[in-house]
């Protein structure tokens, strides 16, 4: 379980596996050169801190992970919260929020909720995702237009009141270098598959703002030259008053990363026909977050476009991913401080791709067609993270959906009462040969007998009115029962015996007699009132 995936591939390994690696491996880090530098500038931090993030935490996802696939690195899920982050307590924060983020993610793989995280209903992760796609669309209209203004509000209505006041303000330019590298995104893929559109793009647009002296904003005249070095580590100033204001991003970046990483994972599974191990990809996920920001990266997960790019080009262990990342650190040593020559219209370009892409606006549309209480879940999750926050977004949209949860097992469990005072025609063809003496009550649980069907079964005893002589509580189709449930029942007990009555349970399973053995209340119960069969109950009567 926690081994990872690089030793157990190597078995076997040969000259040609390693040659598909490799090539795969170079292009992919090809790929991931201009998303990175664009994921960190649209985060709000300098370029160069995406490509150290691809290289370190790239490096250790792919040499420690649980996926043979898997290629890790900066993604659009963390923009948000990281532009947020630095916005309120600086670069600082950002690399305390990542390394904590990093310990959680590591305690969340030893503690195995690999398989926990998959239970994230699908209606909150689009709603999250299809929000993060719409901010990280309005966060490049300023570069994709050349709109000569201050700082964008961060604020998503302040934001687009901002862009309406300075329209007047676009540069041509920009604007034709932003389209055409959006139409060389969108067709290039036709001319050929082995060379990425995004490094075409990238390529051809900074060579034509550099020989034609274009008049528009590059990553050199608003960050300055990138540094074609990896820093030496550095160990920020931790404070526990900083931490408890972190906290909250800290579980939203953790949970960001597990997610996005194990839906990657459990996608190139279907890909290649493997098998992750999700645990330890989660252990990976945590070093990878714990060791970039000592160098000055920013949260990295798993990329499923990145992943994808690296299977089609014929990767299989991962050795791709390390041969990507080795491939961005020796572009970053030879050609950083070429990258300052990169337009930041064309990097708008590509996250305007990446939005669409990330918007799943297909499945979004497919959800609002589903139950009122899923469509309630993905808009409140997607309004919240456009709006507020995607930390409160996740919170919300997973608190929404756990009740509306409860109501659903609510309304699928139903109780029925049957009793000898009842027309034929009320009693169950079962039931109906049998002798109900008179005085009995027999009360059949169907479904889950957890709190919020405890109360339905409360109600039903009440519609009765009266107390019986003795209650049968028949249980054939209670596969499971909690404390609210063992509570209900303990409560029922005691007034009828209170009421000088008699109370018995029938055909219980395995996962109630437990539950209630280790309450106590089979003790107290006593074995000869609990039957195996409804014929055993009435024959104790």
Not at 74 to 79: I, Q, R, S
Not at 494 to 515: D, M, N, T, V, W
């Amino acid at each position: 379980m926690f081994v990872p995936k690089l030793f157990t591939t190597l078995k076997g390994y040969n000259r040609q596996a390693f040659f598909k690696d490799v090539t795969a491996g170079l292009i992919v880090g090809v790929v991931a050169l201009p998303l990175a530098i664009a994921f960190a500038i649209a985060s709000g931090v300098s370029p160069e801190r995406g490509i150290i993030t691809a290289i370190v935490g790239g490096f250790l996802i792919s040499a420690l992970g649980g996926s043979r696939v898997q290629i890790g690195g900066p993604t659009g899920a963390f923009v948000v919260v990281i532009y947020g982050v630095v916005e309120k307590f600086g670069i600082d924060g950002l690399i305390v929020t990542t390394m904590l983020a990093g310990v959680v993610l590591v305690l969340m793989g030893i503690a195995k909720f690999g398989a926990v995280i998959k239970f994230i209903p699908a209606p909150v992760i689009t709603g999250f995702t299809s929000g993060i796609a719409v901010i990280i669309f309005s966060s490049e209209v300023k570069d994709f237009l050349g709109l000569r203004m201050g700082a964008v509000p961060s604020e998503f209505f302040a934001k687009w009141a901002a862009f309406g006041e300075n329209i007047l303000q676009i540069n041509p330019w920009a604007i034709g270098i932003a389209v055409f590298s959006l139409l060389i995104l969108i067709y290039w893929p036709r001319v050929s598959q082995k060379v990425p559109s995004p490094f075409v793009a990238l390529m051809l647009m900074t060579a034509i703002v550099y020989f034609f002296h274009l008049p528009v904003d590059t990553i050199g005249s608003r960050f300055g030259v990138i540094s074609g070095a990896i820093p030496a580590p550095q160990f920020p100033h931790i404070s526990l008053p900083m931490i408890r204001m972190l906290m909250p991003s800290v579980f939203t970046v953790a949970v960001l990363g597990a997610v996005e990483s194990l839906l990657s994972a459990v996608v190139s599974d279907g890909m290649i026909g493997g098998k992750h191990r999700s645990n330890m990809e989660l252990v990976a996920q945590g070093i990878a977050n714990i060791a970039s920001p000592l160098f000055g990266g920013i949260p990295a997960t798993g990329a499923i476009a990145r992943t994808a790019t690296n299977i089609k080009s014929g990767g299989r262990t991962p050795i791709a991913g390390i041969t990507h990342a080795v491939t961005l650190l020796l572009i970053l040593l030879a050609f950083g401080h070429l990258a300052s020559m990169i337009p930041l219209a064309t990097l708008a370009a590509i996250l305007v791709v990446v939005a669409y892409n990330m918007s799943e606006w297909r499945t979004f549309r497919s959800l609002l067609k589903t139950t009122k209480s899923d469509v309630v879940v993905l808009l409140a999750t997607f309004i919240l993270t456009v709006v507020i926050d995607l930390t409160v977004a996740i919170e919300v949209g997973m608190v929404l959906a756990a009740f509306l949860f409860m109501r659903r097992m609510a309304l699928v469990t139903n109780v029925s009462v049957m009793m000898r005072e009842m027309d034929d025609a009320d009693i169950p063809a079962e039931l109906s040969k049998l002798d109900i003496p008179e005085g009995v009550q027999i009360y059949e649980i169907n479904g889950p007998f957890f709190f919020g069907a405890a109360e339905t079964f409360t109600q039903t005893m009440a519609s009765v009115g009266t107390f019986p002589r003795v209650l049968i509580v028949r249980m054939r189709n209670v596969p499971a029962i909690d404390a609210t449930g063992m509570k209900v029942l303990s409560d029922i007990r005691k007034r009828i015996l209170h009421a000088k009555g008699r109370f018995i349970i029938s055909e219980i399973h395995s996962q109630p007699y437990i539950a209630l053995g280790g309450s106590g209340f089979l003790k107290e119960l006593g074995e000869e009132n609990l039957a195996p069969t409804i014929e055993e109950a009435l024959a104790r009567v």
